[in-house]
């Protein structure tokens, strides 16, 4: 496949891995919708499953495939690999051979699984940006960092900071590279006030002591689970001819998706294709 006529090629793929140990986060929905997102400006991207046992992320793209044939609608497609699980010994040349593959694509999307396994481990360690949501829940916050209950402060960081700083040090070994690490906090909207500035507190306390950059946060919307069956999401929307009515929620979804873009360093505008 051909990249379209304004597709400018970025230096070599850029990395962008989505993890979190702490399960249903939103990282297969934001791989998704940063996928489509980056698809809609005109780069190639392609995208790895490393959840394949889930296949959340494999499921979302078969359903758009399935959505362009019985549509006829030509919806920007990536090439998509599911990775299966495997042994310490093998995952980094399984990897190293799924990249090879896909060495002239701008952007790979990797999406990991909600738990520590080998294929996940590995996969952190090829990281440009590592895109870790969390839930705006005081719950999602204890896979990154003990918070003392009365003195309401980080304590010290926990087991997924602790898999992180190990992945960003195998990475510097392997190529001399470095890792972005970025936090966004999903599904706002749920907490009340009090609750609300805590969270923010904390995470940018956190964000100082071990080293990752906030990102604008997602909302809770409708919309970013209700086109998962067509594989779609808002942006597809305002694209293609469908009955589905544009609302002010898909409007605002679109520009969170466009701000993590930027955040990312992804929003090159020279891409855009004038979806807004
Ligand atoms: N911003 C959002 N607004 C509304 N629903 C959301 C949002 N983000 C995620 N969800 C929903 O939350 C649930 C978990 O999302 P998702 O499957 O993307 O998380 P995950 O981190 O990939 O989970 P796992 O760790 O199991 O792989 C899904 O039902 C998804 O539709
Ligand atoms: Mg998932």
Known sequence: MMPPAHSKRLQKPRIIVFGNEKGGTGKSTLSMHVTVALLNRGLRVATFDLDARQGTFSRYIANRRQFAERTGNPVPMPEHLALAPAPHQVVEMALDDALAHVAHFDVVVIDTPGYDSPLSQAGHTYADVLVTPINDSLIDLDVLALVDP??????????????VWK?????AKRDGGSMDWVVVRNRLGQL???NKKLMAKLVDDLAKRIGFRVADGIHERVI???????GLTAEDLATLITTREVAMSHVAAR???????????LDDTDHATGTG
Request: proline share 2%; charged share 30%; no cysteine.
């Open 150 to 163: 009365q003195k309401q402060a980080i304590q010290r960081p926990s087991h997924y900071a602790e898999r």
């Open 167 to 171: 992945a960003k040090q195998a990475r």
């Open 192 to 194: 009340d006030a009090r």
């Open 224 to 230: 970013y689970r209700e086109l998962f069956l067509d």
């Open 255 to 265: 520009q969170e998706i466009r701000n993590l873009l930027a955040a990312l360093g």
